[in-house]
């Protein structure tokens, strides 16, 4: 879908209880903001009622089954989950679902086997000798109690845990069996990254890929959501990404979209795993977010290096633009917020340019609630997003010829042949000379942020220059649209 625009619907903080219900009830307002799809926490049963979803313990329970202190997820039960996504279907708004498929918590019954301690900095090496543990791998899902799948996990189904009941040591143990070592297709950080938490699923195992793959068919049936997000895809099996991306392909269709949290900065790395998955998965640009966060933070940025290093730089077609997340957000293990007064350059970075598919964090649009939504900015991002559906269409046109403002030409394509002009500033009152070309001579622009007030007429040749507020953005196109953007 052109000029596409997703929302992350949810912070780490976010209420649960009715959550499905509100979200949507508020179907025809996020329809009316401008939003395409939707992307929802994870909606199977944590390990707790209070859970956010990433303590994932049963895949096959969407809220139904009196599991892990009560029926319903943290956000609602199953029979709300599905209205909500019709709901949501019924004002075109696509809805991808959060999927975590890297580890399992909350187990059943503790199981003994052999494992071997490694060192957590690098879990390539070992930090003792092989001993039998006992570890929480056992799930057979009592609450269930078969429906949908009698499958039960054991320790063979898994790679490592990070405690041994019987001694009650928390450490790093890598679970022994034969032909059994952490994956190969992983991050390399701290040797090899295949362990994050909990008990880390073994997705080389024919058992445990069958399983999923079912789990996959079903929930897709049962549903009815049009893409994954896939959790700490540089903690999984990059060879298991790929076939899983694969059999949704051949199940669901090229119009099934699936994107990953593949959270790396290094450009090589990045371009690698693409590769690696054959492009059949998008990925968050996360070099991206750090250069937003480090503009924001340093006055003496050079915005020209905006996108140096990026996934959207360097593969567009494959790349999920954001500003922050919830992982990012304060006080989150991957704190790197961005500073609010950067918020809306941030985002005018994401959704006015042609590159990447933008997301827009509920934590920028409703506000964090344990920060009472201080520092939402919704009315900007509103309209930075009816900026991008009014006039950031066709070829774009790079004009990044000062280190303290950047601008940039989009020229419209046949359906949207308006063009306009986006000025950003670090710090100081800035301005760019653009050249439309002679077939604008005469016509005059104006800002369509409102931030800058005045008007631009080009000359002859179709030439202007464009200016911008200290440390702020600007959007000129020419007149005409000022009902749509300015109330009288």
């Known amino acids: ?75 609602g039960t199953k029979e709300e989950l599905l209205t909500c996504i019709r709901q949501l279907h019924d004002h075109d708004i696509r809805v991808y679902a959060d999927v975590v ?74 679970i022994i069996g034969e032909g059994k070592y952490w994956a190969g297709a992983v991050s390399k950080e701290n040797g090899n990254f295949d362990y994050l938490m909990f008990a880390n699923i073994d997705h080389r195992h024919p058992e445990v890929r069958d399983e999923i793959f079912r789990w996959v068919e079903w929930f897709v049936g049962e549903t009815g959501v049009d893409g994954f997000r896939l959790d700490a895809v540089k903690h999984i099996d990059a060879d298991f990404i790929r076939d899983l991306c694969a059999f949704c392909e051949e199940k669901f269709g090229h119009d099934f979209y699936l994107f990953g949290e593949y959270w790396v ?28 966060q480090t503009a924001a933070d340093n006055p003496n940025y050079d915005l020209r290096q905006i996108f140096a290093g990026t996934v959207t730089g360097d593969s567009p077609l494959s790349s999920v633009t954001f500003v922050d997340n919830h992982d990012s ?10 500073n609010p007064d950067f918020k809306e350059r941030a985002y005018a970075l994401i959704l006015l340019r042609r590159d990447g598919y933008p997301c827009i964090f509920a934590g920028d649009y409703f506000g964090l609630a344990d920060q009472d939504g201080a520092n939402a900015i919704p009315e900007r991002i509103e309209r930075l997003m009816l900026l991008r559906r009014t006039f950031a269409y066709g070829d774009e046109e790079d004009l990044f010829h000062d280190a303290d403002c950047i601008g940039w030409i989009r020229h419209g394509n046949e359906a949207h042949p308006d063009k306009c002009v986006v000025v950003i500033s670090r710090s100081n009152e800035g301005r ?3 050249n439309l070309g002679p077939s604008c001579a005469g016509r005059t622009f104006i800002d369509y942020t409102g931030n800058y007030y005045g008007t631009v007429v080009l000359n002859e040749n179709g030439e202007g220059t464009f200016p911008v507020p200290p440390a702020g953005i600007s959007c000129w196109a020419e007149t005409g649209r000022e009902d749509m953007f300015f109330k009288q």
Request: with cysteine.
């Open 1 to 75: 879908m052109e000029n596409a625009i997703m929302l992350q619907a949810f912070e780490w903080n976010t209420p649960g209880g009715n959550y499905f219900r509100r979200l949507g009830e508020a179907a025809p307002a996020l329809a009316k903001a401008g939003f395409n799809a939707v992307w929802l926490p994870p909606v199977c049963k944590g390990m707790s009622p209070f859970d956010v979803g990433y303590g994932i313990y049963d895949l096959w329970d969407l809220g139904e089954f009196d599991q892990k202190g009560g029926v319903p997820t943290k956000y």
């Open 101 to 174: 498929l890297n580890h399992k918590a909350g187990a059943d019954f503790a199981e003994t086997f052999q494992a071997v301690k490694v060192s957590p900095d690098n879990r390539l090496e070992d930090a003792g000798p092989a001993t039998e543990i006992e570890g929480w791998t056992g799930f057979n899902f009592p609450g269930r109690d078969g429906r949908y799948s009698d499958f039960t996990w054991h320790a063979h189904h898994f790679t490592g845990v990070d405690y041994d009941n019987r001694t009650g040591e928390t450490a790093i143990y890598r």
């Open 265 to 292: 900065a290094d450009a090589d790395r990045n371009e690698d795993y693409l590769a690696h998955t054959e492009h059949r998965v998008d990925i968050f640009d996360v070099r991206l977010h750090y250069n937003l």
């Open 329 to 338: 957000q304060p006080g989150q293990s991957l704190s790197s917020w961005v």
């Open 432 to 434: 760019i000379v653009a």
